[in-house]
């Protein structure tokens, strides 16, 4: 799958391309959710704030791969990273670390931008740090979903050459035309700039990811049916874009869902 990648890595496929299990799709929020799951296993400060944490879910067994995980929000302070606890326990059910990123969003003090970038990147350079010393034999990934797919592709544009892949789920790419939207993620993209695009020209144009430099393999996974993030979003230049045939916005957090297969058919095959 990883030749197959690399070799698509401009053009757009569909999961019909490769094999992955069946799933279900367009999967409600409240079903996510609802999902049961497993405490954290540890928490790691990477900041004096208290919203400066690394929460970690250990592979069971063998790790086989870690992953960097940036929850996603609309930038927002009114969600955090316990909707993505299903998922969290399910990747480390599968052998996988998971050490997701908490940080300063919008309506924090120190959130918004630049404030979350930076502690995407400081809490990034920690982890990495933590898992060159403890599992250096261990590839490690970064994934983030939505407006935390946002961050993560920065995060991969700032560290070029840290990560075995960089994954974004419906990831936001482009911000100054996702401020002009109308739904309610759209429309707290001005808030997390404090301005709009004809504001804030510079800060929308520095939050705008490019990875032309990116030594790692860059891969975008996106529903057709999602309505919060466009499939416009989807595409970036040098990235392999994974459209997902009927996926919404939330399956890539449902452990049920052909989104998350096809996630975790990248982590450990790709």
Not at 162 to 177: D, W, Y
Request: proline share 7%; with cysteine; aromatic share 10%.
């Amino acid at each position: 799958m990883a030749s197959f990648l690399t070799a698509c890595s401009t053009s757009p496929v569909t999961t019909s391309d490769v094999p992955t299990p069946s799933g279900i799709t367009n999967v409600p929020y409240r079903d996510v959710i609802a999902l049961p799951f497993s405490e954290f296993d540890e928490a790691i400060e990477y900041g004096s704030d208290p919203l400066q944490r690394i929460y970690v879910w250990k592979a069971r067994g063998k790790p086989q791969h870690s992953l960097v995980f940036i929850h996603g929000g609309c930038w927002l302070n009114a969600f955090d990273y316990t909707h993505g606890q299903a998922l969290f326990t399910a990747l480390a059910k599968a052998g996988v670390n998971v050490y997701a990123l908490e940080y300063r969003r919008t309506g924090d003090d120190g959130g918004g931008w630049p404030g979350s970038f930076n502690d995407v990147l400081a809490g990034t350079n920690k982890v990495l740090a933590l898992t060159q010393t403890q599992q250096p034999s261990v590839p490690v990934s970064l994934a983030g979903h939505s407006a935390g797919g946002h961050l993560a592709l920065l995060t991969g544009q700032a560290m070029p050459s840290a990560f075995a892949k960089v994954i974004g789920l419906a990831a936001i790419t482009q911000p100054a035309i996702y401020a002009k939207g109308t739904n309610s993620c759209e429309t707290a993209t001005p808030q997390f700039f404090n301005g709009t695009p004809e504001e804030m020209p510079e800060a929308y144009k520095s939050a705008t990811p490019s990875i032309e430099n990116v030594r790692s393999p860059v891969v975008l996974l996106q529903g057709t049916d999602d309505n919060i993030v466009a499939t416009e979003q989807s595409s970036l230049s040098g990235a392999t874009t994974m459209l997902i045939p009927g996926a919404g916005h939330f399956d890539f957090l449902h452990t049920d869902s052909l989104a998350y297969y096809t996630l975790l058919d990248l982590l450990k095959n790709g």
